[in-house]
């Protein structure tokens, strides 16, 4: 199982969009639970959101609730993450994770066994 962020990270303005998306190369893409979690220099890597197999469950931390949104395409086998009304606190590398198997604690990192590049999101204020 692999996963690589694509194209969808960059520079925005405070109050503007952008949407990440995440391809993963396993077959049975409805099988694996995925996750969003960002970092910052100097920071642990924090969680925004997760979504279960197949896509009807999500979680979102406190932070981002009504602000951003994930999502998952099974045909795409693609997870996306819309993110509105952007902070500068929000700029961040943006990391995809996912795990055949559902972790409670899937807010932290360690929950998860697969993990994707990252994509840089900045804000500009």
């Known amino acids: 199982l692999r996963s690589s962020c694509r194209v969808g990270g960059g520079l925005v303005q405070a109050g503007g969009s952008l949407r990440l998306s995440c391809a993963a190369s396993?077959?049975?893409?409805?099988?694996?639970?995925m996750a969003w979690f960002r970092q910052t220099p100097g920071k642990e890597r924090e969680f925004v959101a997760a979504?279960?197999?197949?896509?009807?469950?999500?979680y979102y931390a406190d932070s981002v609730k009504g602000q951003f949104t994930i999502s998952r395409d099974n045909d795409k086998n693609t997870l996306y993450l819309q993110m509105n009304s952007l902070q500068p606190e929000d700029t961040a590398v943006y990391y995809c994770?996912?795990?055949?198997?559902?972790?409670?604690?899937?807010?932290?990192?360690?929950?998860?066994?697969?993990w994707g590049k990252g994509t840089q999101v900045t804000v500009s204020s």
């Open positions: 396993e077959r049975t893409f409805t099988n694996i639970h």
């Open positions: 979504i279960r197999r197949p896509g009807i469950r999500t």
């Open positions: 994770a996912a795990d055949l198997i559902w972790n409670v604690q899937y807010g932290t990192p360690t929950a998860w066994h697969y």
